[in-house]
Structures are given as C-alpha cells and as structure tokens.
C-alpha cells in the first residue's frame, strides 16, 4: 500500500522558482512519515533517502510564463492548468546510492490530467495500451512519426466543437429559407418545407446546371444520380455524364463540391427547389434556372452568416447544438506536457471563437451560472481567427494580421505579429495577459505569420486536424506540406457497420466470383459454337446448355445486385457506403487517401495514442496481390 502526500503540505524548497513536492513511499518499509507540520520548508539536497519513493515535482512560475531560455527544454517539460509544470523521479534504495534526485537519475514519466494530476491521461492509464475499438482507432494513410511534430493545430467548427446535426442544421436550414424568402423573393410556400438532416452525406457532387446530384467513385464515374429527388436510370446517366469524349472534372464553377458537414442542409434545399420548379414551372421565374437556384441559396446561407442569425442562437445554447467533450482539455494538455505547442487557425471571428471554445474547455455560457472567461486560451500558444482558409495557407497571401484585444475584441496593428506604436504613442502597445496565459490572439494573416509566431522552421513540423477536405486538408497539405489529420465523424457508425456485415461483404465476393465464372462458360460456348466444326447432336445440347446458362446468369447478376444494394442501404437508404461506390472508392475516399496523412472519427482520439507514436500505414494491395489473401 502507499500514500501519496500532495501540495496541501505546503512544502516549498528554496529555489529560484517554486516548487510543490509530493512524496509517494512504500508503507513496508522503516520510514513512516516525513515532514507531517502544517508548514515545512526543506532545501533539496544530494543526501539519498533510505527508502523506496517516488518524487511527484510541481514547478511552476508566478508569471505563468512557458519558461525561455533556460528552460526551453519545454519540448519536455510538462505544462498544466496556471502555468504549473509537473515531472515524476522514480527512486529505490537499489538505486539511490549515489543521490536522490542526482544528475544520474533520468527515469521520469508525465502526469497529465484533465485538472492536474486527478485523472491519467487515457493512454498511459493502466488501462492504456490495449486494443483500441475499431471505431476509435486513427488510420494512417502515409507514416507519421510524432516525435518530428512540434507544433499541432486544430480547426475549431466540426473539429473540436462537434455540431448536432439534428439541431444545428435544423437551424442553418430554417435560416436560409427564411432570407430565400423574405430577402430573394422565392415564394412563401417554402416556409412549410422540413428538413431531413440525414438525407445528405459528404462526398457530393452537385450539378448546378442540371439540377442533379451525384455520387462518383475515385475514377469520376457517376455511379448514383439524382434529378432532386428523383433517381436518374443507368441510361441516363450515361447519357448524360458518360458519352463525352473527354471526361468531365466536376469542379466548379459548374459543379458544387460537398465536402464538408456546413453543405449538407444547402445541398438539402437545392434538391427541393430543383423538384419546386419542375413541379411548379409557373411559381419560378423563368429566367432563374438551376444554376440561379443554387447562387441564390448560397447567398441566403451567406446572409445568415453575416447578420449572425446561427451564431447568436448558438452563443445562446451552445449545449442545444454543439457535443459535450470532455476529453478536448486533457487531449490538448497531453500534447502540451508532451513538449509541443499548440495553436488554433479558425475561420470563425473572436467573439464566436470565444463562445464556443469557452463551452468546450468549461461549460460555461453566455447567460449561464459560469460565464464565459479567457481560461481556455491557457491551452493554445497562437489563435488565430478570421483565417479565411484556404487562402490562409498561400504564404503570399498579403492579408493583414491583427492582434485581438481579448476582452473588448478591437484589433490592434502589428509588423507580421509584432506590436506597432499607435499614432500619437510613442511606444508600441503590448497586451496585456492574464495570469497563466501566454497565449496571444490574431486575426487574418497567413500561414508565414502563424510559422514565425511559433518559431517553425519546416512545414513538416506541423500536424493539422480539420473536418473540411479542402478548406482544412487539401491545401495545408498539397500547398505547405503540413502533416494533416481528417475528422470524418461518420466514420464511426460505418466502421461498426462493416464488423456487423463482414459476412455479408464475404458472400457478396462469392456471388461476384460465381456471376464471372457464368458468364465465362457462356462465352466459352459462344465461342466454340461459332468457329468450332460441331455435329448437329453436340450443336443442340450446347446450344441448351448456353440457354440454361444465360438464365443462371440473368439469375445469379439479379440476385448479386439486389444483395448489392441491401448492403448499401444498411449505411445510407441513398448513397450507401460513404467511402465507396459500388466496388470503388468513392470520390471522398479517394481525396482522404490522397490528402490526410490519418484520419479518425474524432479529435479526441489522438488521446488514446501516445504523443510520441509512430502511426504506419497499412501495406497497400494490388488486385493481383488479392488472389494470395484469406477471403476472411
């Protein structure tokens, strides 16, 4: 058994900085107490300790500084709530021959926690280090090595502050009817539309020019259409998408990209508005085809952004449309004590930033019993917010960088993230922080602002987590070379579902081997009746056969595509498997393969990993590699 005395013995040593010392000691041993007065000071000295112990240091500094210069071993050291470091010695009798906390003893672990040192981090827990369920798992697509991280950043909307979909986009889609309404003049009906938040999926293609909707695989075929709501026939889409002798890119400007959970109510309400107009030709202007259709619902959506319609009801109750996670402050502590800044690039402005993460790091609102603070910015070396991304990551963007004045929200002038003197003040104004936040707050510029701010010196230093393909991934990636994680919260429910129907999936394999092995008899008969000499007798019972064949054929391709589809619709009644088409990668599958070095259902999954880990991706497999692989 021990017993773990804590900073409530109000030990101090006498040191530049302070120090809380908790001593942890086996109970078997002589030793039973040290230092049990209510106020005790003792001065670290090279004399060993007779028993077995453990040294549990709390360092910290009045200031809440980081610790430059001499301690700019902070790649190591650990960093806590008000400025507090902790590092652990372990110590044995076998072992302290020499001196307790000599220059010899180098063993030391981190004890991070939500708040301290109440709870370990999950990794290193003693339940750490097992199997991780599949739906938490981080996939790698391209080797990581965390240990040449030394900077991670987050995007804040739909990465660390999950939405609810069911209430969220209930609200940006009532939003953007009513501005279709009351502001672009569409008619009044609309205001009866509903919402079905589950209908869409990320990974759509929409055709503004024709008013369809499209699902396409890795190679940009068209494999699931619709017309609104209603399904385009295979004969169609080939007539459409599949006769040109040059292959469409699907990009803009005649194609809308969805890529990224905020699209799916608009993509919703183009689909009804296509289905309005064909309906009712004569309640739509007939100079407003399609394509006017989809700018006119991206400039209501935009509307509602700029009148902050979403925002304040959010800021509201931010517990009625964003998760509660309260694993966002330990996962971002564990990197911290790991040695590694930490920053937050945002395209949402100070005040909403400061709503929203003041919800996820506290539980405190706008109107409730906590009110909301800047303890959250404890957490993050650089916010950066009004990032406008994706041209925050071009470094030759000329956009202005502003320091943000935290509690009045003005924004100040600065020389690429240095303090400028205001006109008439002789002396540059520095902002002034609170007690143990030495975290300063920005808005615009682009990512060389953010890379000398954080004294980076190479791209490949920095891992990224975003929700958006493009806006977060694409272009951090493909432009910097940042390291990048995607969070594809719809990955959870699909990786359960394909543990659910790996049985399924086998006999789906064995039907689509039976259907080639059919048609391949029937070819070879076909082939034979046509250039072999064959008597009349042989003739006709080949030529039964092939007709017997033909129906087994007809049968097994019937029987293959309907179970086909029932497996699909088990992910989605529509679009079915989000990263496939058919027997493809889909369209999204493919940009997550090409652009996100891991990728994960949640943010708070780094937290079950060790911030050091080495991620290795899975070996690649041609078709030819297939046939040498157990079909389980």
């Known amino acids: 058994m021990s017993h773990c005395f804590y900073s409530n013995l109000n030990f101090s040593a006498t040191l530049p900085i302070s120090i809380i010392l908790s001593l942890e000691y086996d109970s078997s041993s002589s030793f039973s107490c040290l230092y049990n007065t209510p106020l005790s000071t003792m001065r670290l000295s090279k004399r060993h300790f007779s028993p077995s112990l453990s040294l549990c240091l709390s360092v910290f500094s009045s200031s809440g500084s980081r610790f430059p210069g001499i301690l700019q071993t902070r790649r190591r050291?650990?960093?806590s709530s008000a400025g507090t470091s902790q590092l652990c010695f372990k110590s044995s009798m076998e072992k302290q021959r020499s001196s307790a906390l000599s220059e010899n003893v180098v063993q030391f672990h981190n004890v991070g926690s939500r708040d301290g040192c109440e709870v370990p981090h999950k990794w290193s827990s003693p339940g750490g280090g097992k199997k991780i369920d599949l739906k938490k798992q981080i996939f790698c697509n391209r080797s990581l090595?965390?240990?040449?991280?030394?900077a991670v950043g987050f995007d804040m909307d739909y990465t660390l502050a999950q939405y609810k979909s069911e209430t969220f986009e209930s609200l940006a889609y009532e939003g953007t009817v009513r501005k279709l309404v009351y502001d672009l003049g569409y008619p009044s009906e609309l205001l009866e539309w509903t919402f079905d938040w589950n209908y869409m999926v990320r990974g759509l293609v929409l055709d503004k020019k024709r008013g369809n909707i499209l699902k396409m695989d890795r190679h940009k075929y068209v494999k699931v259409a619709y017309h609104g709501f209603k399904e385009l026939s295979k004969d169609d889409k080939v007539d459409i998408y599949g006769s040109s002798l040059i292959q469409d890119?699907?990009?803009?400007?005649?194609?809308?990209?969805?890529d990224t959970l905020f699209s799916l109510a608009e993509a919703y309400l183009f689909a009804q508005l296509v289905d309005f107009k064909d309906n009712n030709p004569e309640k739509i202007p007939k100079d407003v085809d399609y394509a006017r259709m989809y700018k006119d619902v991206r400039a209501a959506v935009d509307l509602c952004h700029r009148d902050g319609t979403l925002k304040q009801m959010v800021a509201k109750e931010p517990n009625r449309y964003i998760n509660e996670d309260t694993t966002i402050v330990p996962l971002i502590k564990m990197i911290r004590d790991s040695g590694r800044s930490t920053f937050l690039v945002t395209n949402s402005l100070w005040d909403y930033t400061n709503i929203v993460m003041n919800f996820l790091c506290g539980g405190r609102t706008v109107q409730g019993p906590h009110t909301c603070n800047f303890d959250w910015l404890q957490y993050f070396d650089v916010v950066i917010t009004g990032s406008a991304k994706p041209g925050f990551f071009h470094e030759e963007s000329r956009a202005n960088l502003f320091e943000v004045e935290p509690l009045s929200g003005m924004l100040i002038n600065t020389d690429n993230g240095t303090p400028m003197p205001q006109v008439g003040d002789p002396s540059p104004k520095i902002l002034l922080k609170s007690k143990g936040k030495g975290c300063r707050v920005f808005q615009g510029g682009?990512?060389?602002?953010?890379?000398?701010?954080?004294?980076?010196?190479?791209?490949?230093?920095?891992?990224?987590?975003?929700?958006?393909?493009y806006g977060d991934i694409l272009r951090s990636k493909k432009v910097l070379g940042w390291r990048t994680m995607l969070v594809v919260p719809e990955l959870e429910k699909e990786v359960e579902l394909l543990w659910e129907l790996r049985d399924v999936r086998q006999k789906l394999i064995l039907m689509r081997n039976e259907r080639d092995s059919v048609e391949d008899k029937i070819h070879h008969l076909n082939w034979s009746l046509k250039f072999e000499k064959i008597n009349e007798n042989d003739k006709q019972e080949m030529l039964s056969a092939l007709k017997d064949l033909e129906s087994k054929r007809d049968q097994v391709r019937q029987n293959h595509q309907q179970a086909q589809k029932e497996n699909h619709q088990k992910f989605h009644k529509v679009w079915g498997q989000l990263m496939k088409t058919g027997y493809q990668s889909s369209r999204f599958a493919h940009q997550v393969e090409r652009f996100a070095c891991l990728y994960?259902?949640?943010?708070?999954n780094l937290r079950l990993y060790s911030p050091d880990k080495y991620y290795r991706p899975s070996e690649d497999f041609m078709s030819h590699e297939f046939h040498f692989l157990p079909l389980d």
């Open 145 to 150: 090595n965390m240990r040449n991280i030394i």
């Open 77 to 79: 050291l650990i960093n």
């Open 249 to 258: 890119s699907f990009d803009e400007p005649d194609y809308a990209l969805i």
């Open 600 to 604: 994960t259902s949640q943010v708070s």
């Open 446 to 469: 682009n990512v060389g602002h953010l890379h000398t701010l954080l004294s980076i010196e190479s791209s490949s230093q920095v891992l990224y987590v975003g929700d958006h393909i």
